[in-house]
């Protein structure tokens, strides 16, 4: 059993030599090949590299959906590299992690208010008149607050990407973890959503790690992990690019 | 509190595809309607054709001597009972409010001068046997003229009004014949029973008992009508033992043949129900599969953000549920409301009742609802829907959310 040292304290996610292969034998790929990697709170983290760099895989690695075949993954303090349910991998997504997804990943049933609503309606910790607060901040923060009504089709993408941020910080978890989140952003409303994480990460303290392609969004990252292969080829910490964007 | 907003996700899922939905719903529909249907008509033919035994021709009990039972078609005058006063003591003291009768048949032959019909008759006290036998009014005619009422079967064919002269011939307890050739024809009595509409005449004991040469306190059956149907058994013990004097006869008994019938006509209800049943849970697990395909990345994304494999089952389920729920409602409405009509209306089947005929049909059949089929119906279909949509959640909830994640839009 892992001893955390005083130090780990913020300390998010830790990979020790974590590796995932797949198919295993001749046809082996090994998407994430020993990696060390400890994410702190408050980080907001690029991992950068070409397709098929094991980015995706990593941040699957790091939000609980996957396991590494070999080496260790502990998620807030919790070793989660195997031996774990699917119904205790989704409880530990529930209470620490938030996801952010490249195609925004809203359900089309649910208006803004309730998308952010039933994450926290999943996570529990919270009352009713609690819920309401906080989805009503949550709108607030992200400027949504008068298309609090509308469903996904009549929002638009940057909206979406808007409530999807907002239903991933609602239930303030240890680490927010985004796939391309800018991908299918046009300039001006990706510089919108990049000043809105940065914001988020400011102001709440949550702690980012998002994949890109985005030159951009890269520039306003603290730390940039470099990705090839399914190894880590580089690392640098910088000082990020002032905030540009605005609401909608 | 997660159950309510699953509920409410459910429901807003369930109405995205709105003519799939219809689909299954109306099969859950269609099946629970028909069941509760079939199984009121199924049920009214038991009803109705018990309550026609009872209400005019053996009420709840018959009991006749032991030897008469092995003769009876010959309806023989020399096997009476040999105490009828303590067997109907007996009998009213099963339960306050019995009512008993006794009757002797005999075998007859009426006519109108040009034709002749064999057939039953029977000799009652007129007012006991109305108390036991709802059979109408049996008007008295005035006049000191022998009388007698028939079947309204008998009076069809003979085309009689009342006041009619009719020929009357049978055998006496001694084995002579008699004949009266103008009784008059005092009013018709229409049961719904072909034994008595088509082949019964009644005669008055006041007239009956001399012509057939009857000494008091004579009679071949009697027949008693309890205040709860179900005392007919308690009677059954309290009189019948093995090789007795008397055979009871319980309404059970009397109509155990047609029930019997009835079973297999249920059992094929039944068979054609369960086929509908079987297509609305191929709907159900239909919807079901194909929601959870067409959604796969959502049921990725729900899973990504920390619904638990138990949950997105229990989700998928609700939403098959939810159709399920409306269309078990609904069919059992419609069900409700089409066996209701008919349980006031009757179901007519006029060219089914034919005259000279015996055989127990009723010319109106009322259905008979019982809260128990309506239940019955609707859990019927919701099981069936539950079963159904057990496999399409199960693989939902079985996804893995990476793989889920990746499917395309």
Known sequence: MHTETPADGDIVVRLEKASRVYNPGENEVRAMDAIDLEIRRGEFTALVGPSGSGKSTLLHCLGCLDAPTSGRVTIAGQDVTQGLTAAQRGEIRNRSIGFIFQSFNLIPVLTAYENIEFALQINGTLNARQIRERVDEMLALLGLTTQRDRRPNQLSGGQQQRVAIGRALAKRPALILADEPTANLDRKTSEDIIALMRRMNEQLGATFVFSTHDEHLMGHARRIVRLTDGRIVGEEKRVPAPESGSHD | ?409
């Open chain 2, 1 to 409: 509190m997660i159950d309510g907003y699953l509920f409410r996700l459910a429901v807003r899922n369930a109405l995205r595809n709105r003519r799939r939905s219809l689909f299954t719903l109306t099969s859950i529909l269609l099946g629970v309607s028909l069941f509760i249907v079939s199984r009121s008509f199924v049920d009214g033919i038991d009803a109705t054709l018990i309550a026609i035994e009872v209400d005019n021709e053996s009420a709840h009990v018959r009991v006749v001597p032991r030897d008469y039972l092995a003769e009876e078609d010959y309806q023989p005058l020399d096997k009476p009972f040999p105490d009828t006063s303590a067997l109907a003591a007996t009998l009213s003291a099963v339960a306050p409010g019995t009512r008993v009768v006794d009757r002797v048949s005999f075998a007859a032959e009426v006519g109108d001068g040009r034709r002749i019909l064999r057939c039953r008759g029977l000799v009652v006290d007129r007012d006991a046997y109305r108390a036991v036998f709802p059979v109408g009014e049996m008007p008295v005619p005035p006049g000191e003229e022998p009388y007698l009422w028939g079947g309204a079967g008998i009076a069809e064919t003979f085309r009689w009004k009342p006041g009619d002269r009719i020929f009357l011939k049978a055998k006496t307890r001694r084995g002579t014949l008699n004949a009266l050739d103008a009784v008059r024809f005092a009013g018709a009595i229409a049961t719904g029973h072909p034994l008595v509409d088509n082949y019964t005449i009644v005669l008055p004991r006041s007239i009956g008992a001399p012509f057939l040469d009857l000494p008091d306190g004579f009679a071949t059956e009697v027949l008693a009508r309890f205040p709860d149907p179900m005392l007919a058994q308690a009677a059954e013990a309290r009189l019948e033992t093995p090789d007795g004097p008397v055979v009871v006869e319980t309404w059970e008994e009397r109509t155990r043949d047609f029930r019997e019938v009835n079973q297999i006509r249920r059992a094929a209800f039944n068979i054609v129900v369960g086929l509908i049943l079987l297509m609305a849970a191929a709907g159900v697990a239909n919807t079901g599969l194909m929601s959870a395909i067409e959604r796969t990345r959502e049921i990725g994304t729900l899973m990504a953000i920390g619904l638990t494999p138990a949950r997105v089952r229990r989700l998928m389920t609700i939403e098959s549920l939810v159709i399920a729920l409306v269309g078990a409602a609904l069919g059992a409405l419609v069900g409700s409301v089409v066996a209701h009509h008919f349980a006031v209306n009757g179901l007519h089947f006029p060219e089914l009742q034919q005259a000279e005929s015996v055989a127990l049909v009723p010319p109106v059949l009322y259905f008979d609802l019982r809260l128990a089929t309506i239940l019955q119906g609707a859990a019927f279909g919701l099981g069936t829907a539950l079963v159904a949509a057990l496999w399409p959640a199960f693989r939902a909830a079985r996804l893995s959310p990476i793989e889920a994640l990746r499917e395309d839009d």
